[in-house]
């Protein structure tokens, strides 16, 4: 086959064993013809061209294609031929898999290298053995877990739909029963984990996954254990160092950081359920370390004055859920579940189901940016880039003493690849009710125009 000796794509494509070459030069052939009665030489075809047709003729993805034009040929670890990328945090990058023999689709984790010590590889076994014991459906499932060399990964279901923070930064926010019903859910599965001993210890949205019928599934179980050596640390001197994510930190977290207590889980979905009716996170504005001062002591905006709709009976049980004092909260996930089951109602489950096929079709009308994004190569030694999640040190003062922040996120199991900017009090997503959506159809006519310019502006800030 005649190719052009200067492609990169074409390089890379062959060693990477995604197609042949036969299709490859199908491929080729095909992008001769410009399609403006100009036929171009086969050595002069662009990689450009050639992407373009690898993707209609469906032999490749988007994604795939600016891996290869970033002359990038890795795509398969252990049985696992890797799809896409979705997601990358302090913990690992996240990509859509698909398993060589059996056919299923997966989300496959790959831990850093600049994470992955004797002591985390020991910790790393625990962990997924014990998560692999979990048969809930409220939460993701474990399937496999495996080393290539020196990169450790594991494998979960994947999960289609879309995570609850961008669901509500896209749709605004949910109404009271919607939200206790996803919240009822993960609490069923927060339950199930911790009567088995695994403290979640980073609830919040963006780890609350929804299906389009309307299921929950909580993602990252008990995965900050991965940083816990960093806690360790810390606390030999007379610094501190927080783990988690500053908007849902529990108090007695931020005191101690060393405090891991099924009862923090709480607080942190108190402060998710907060977030979910009212679009706002409970304490607003300031970097990290201010952030968690307020959670130590100060009370949010009682989330009623944002909703006034919202019945009395359903702000005390937030307000429980997020009392400073953690033996004033529910005594358990189970207990949460229960009361939630007063507010949440059938009707919810169309609403849910509505919102997220709206933002799945609302993302098929905006094309893909080119961004060659994480590849497998990237998770041997990527530094952590999360904004909204930190490591942050505090002195005995409990002040920030840092000079920045490092991110610990946990990528989700569905998320666009490019970051979004934040959570902050103000909220940009369409000052829409989820209650007020009725047919999925209805609301695209409605937001059509101004969801594909709103989006591209975020994915491009992003």
């Known amino acids: 086959m005649s190719t052009a000796p200067t492609s990169v794509l074409l390089e890379a494509a062959a060693a990477s064993g995604l197609v042949t070459r036969e299709q490859l030069h199908t491929a080729m052939v095909s992008a001769c013809d410009e399609g403006d009665e100009k036929t171009v030489s086969i050595n002069e075809i662009s990689d450009d061209a050639i992407g373009r047709r690898l993707i209609e003729l469906d032999l490749l993805n988007p994604w795939q294609v600016e891996q290869l034009k970033q002359g990038r040929s890795k795509f398969w670890l252990g049985p696992y031929r890797i799809l896409d990328s979705l997601g990358r945090g302090g913990m690992g990058h996240v990509f859509k898999a698909e398993h060589e023999i059996l056919g299923r689709v997966e989300a496959v984790k790959v831990l850093p290298r600049n994470k992955t010590t004797a002591e985390t590889i020991a910790k790393f076994r625990h962990e997924i053995r014990t998560q692999a014991q979990l048969d809930h459906p409220n939460l993701v499932r474990v399937h496999y877990a495996d080393s290539e060399g020196d990169t450790y990964f594991f494998v979960t279901e994947f ?58 599934k909580l993602i990252d179980l008990g995965l900050a254990w991965y940083l816990e050596e960093d806690i360790h640390a810390a606390k030999q001197g007379d610094r501190l160092k927080i783990v988690g994510t500053a908007d849902y930190l529990a108090p007695e977290t931020i005191r101690d950081p060393g405090c891991i207590v099924p009862v923090s889980d709480i607080y942190s979905l108190g402060c998710t359920l907060y977030y979910a009716v009212t679009g706002k996170v409970p304490f607003a504005g300031g970097n990290p370390a201010e952030k968690m001062q307020r959670h130590v002591h100060q009370q949010p905006l009682p989330p009623d004055q944002l909703q006034p709709e919202l019945p009395q009976e359903f702000v005390a049980l937030i307000a429980e859920m997020m009392a400073k004092d953690p033996a004033r909260r529910p005594p358990s996930a189970a207990a949460v579940a229960e009361r939630l089951k007063e507010f949440a109602s059938e009707d919810a489950i169309g609403e849910i189901s509505v919102a997220v096929h709206t933002l799945q079709q609302e993302r098929q009308y905006v094309p893909e940016q080119p961004s060659p994004g994480p590849n497998l190569d990237d998770t041997l030694t990527f530094e952590d880039e999360e904004e909204e999640d930190a490591l942050v040190d505090l002195d005995s003062t409990g002040n920030d003493s840092s000079q920045g922040t490092d991110a610990i996120a946990g990528a989700t199991a569905e998320t666009s690849r490019h970051r979004a900017p934040p959570d902050t009090g103000s909220h940009e997503g369409a000052s829409l009710s989820l209650s007020r959506l009725t047919i999925a159809s209805i609301a695209l006519a409605a937001m059509a125009a101004v969801a594909i310019v709103g989006i591209l502006v975020w994915e491009a800030w992003g």
């Open 159 to 216: 999960v289609p739909g879309a995570d609850v923070r961008r669901l509500i930064r896209r749709l605004g926010p949910l109404s009271y029963q919607a939200a206790s019903l996803i919240v009822q859910q993960a609490s069923e599965g927060l339950e199930h984990a911790h009567r088995r001993g695994l403290v979640h210890r980073d609830i919040k949205p963006g780890n609350l996954l929804v299906t389009p019928d309307a299921v929950v």
